[in-house]
């Protein structure tokens, strides 16, 4: 057992990787951007959080892409929640429409307030509220985002 193994049992935190998923995944983003990130090496969502790290590289890519920098601003939040691994590409969108711009926001935010917001986005987006994640679902991102931000 390393040393990480050992810190992490002494600590009791359970320590959790962010989750990196490919940019093609990335809601938001459309054909012709995709390929235009492939080219420039940008190729997955952890590549966009590191070449958006900053404001300026953030305008440095929305000049790139002719785009106001609210876009890129949108996407770099998409893909830090995309970080925590059951939100990922899929709910991530979701979440950010729910308010929650962070795995730190979502960390801090009460299953009871976040779960009505979300299933009244999926009731309005699709008529259909049994497609919508349930309390344990939503309980285990915000779980997630927890140990996300305390191991990192």
Known sequence: MGLDNWQQRLSGVERLEPSN???EQLPG???????????????????????????EHRQAIANHFHLHVQHVNKWIALANLAQVP????????HV?????A????????????LHPQIMKLHVAEMQRQDLCPKVEE??????EAQKLTTSS
Do not use: Y
């Open 86 to 93: 059951s939100v990922g590409c899929m709910h991530c969108g």
């Open 21 to 23: 998923w490919p940019i």
């Open 96 to 100: 950010l429409h729910a308010g929650i």
């Open 29 to 55: 983003l459309s054909d012709e951007q995709i390929s235009e990130f492939q080219q420039l090496g940008v190729k997955t969502t952890l590549h966009l959080l590191h070449n958006g790290r900053t404001p």
């Open 102 to 113: 962070s795995p730190r926001q979502l960390a801090q935010t009460s299953v009871g307030r």
């Open 138 to 143: 939503v309980n285990q991102w915000i779980s």
